[in-house]
């Protein structure tokens, strides 16, 4: 009987997943979102004909991204994972009911690293900066 209880331990605790279930938070573009799974390629839309392109590689968030204005990339940089889940609070209302309540939220939020690069519209290098874990150290 141990036997058995220890494989389907093993089967439902041990082995990862592909899926994320966790919200990360880009605050620099000011979204949440959801990843379907881990390894994933993710467009949001964002405001003024912007749209961010994601190459997820990490449900905490490290990632590779780019941002394009019109079908021309405008922006583009890597983040690293989070360095731990933040919480904060979030007002909510239950479907069928006009009871607001509080509750707390966990999110992910990635910190920019390593080299950035902002393009103008004739896609020429205009400024680089460089990031080590959210900060920027260089411009």
Same mark, same amino acid.
């Given at each position: ?5 220890? @494989?389907?331990?093993? @089967?439902?605790? &041990?082995?990862?997943? *592909? ?18 799974? &881990? =390894?994933?390629? @993710? ?5 003024? *004909? ?29 983040? @690293? ?16 009911? =006009? ?13 920019? *690293? ?10 020429? =290098? ?14």
């Amino acid at each position: 009987m141990k036997f058995i209880s220890t @494989i389907i331990f093993l @089967i439902f605790y &041990c082995i990862p997943t *592909n899926l994320c279930s966790q919200v990360i938070h880009l605050k620099e573009y000011k979204i949440y979102f959801t990843p379907n799974k &881990c =390894k994933d390629t @993710i467009y949001e839309d964002l405001k003024e *004909n912007r749209q961010l392109k994601i190459y997820l590689h990490d449900c905490k968030g490290e990632m590779d991204v780019e941002v394009y204005f019109l079908k021309k990339i405008i922006e583009k940089g890597s983040y @690293i994972n989070s360095l731990d889940t933040l919480k904060s609070y979030a007002t909510t209302k239950m479907l069928g009911s =006009k009871e607001k309540k509080i509750v707390v939220e966990s999110y992910f939020e990635p910190l920019r *690293n390593g080299q950035w690069i902002l393009y103008d519209s004739k896609r020429k =290098k205009v400024i680089k900066k460089v990031y080590k874990q959210g900060l920027e150290i260089s411009d």
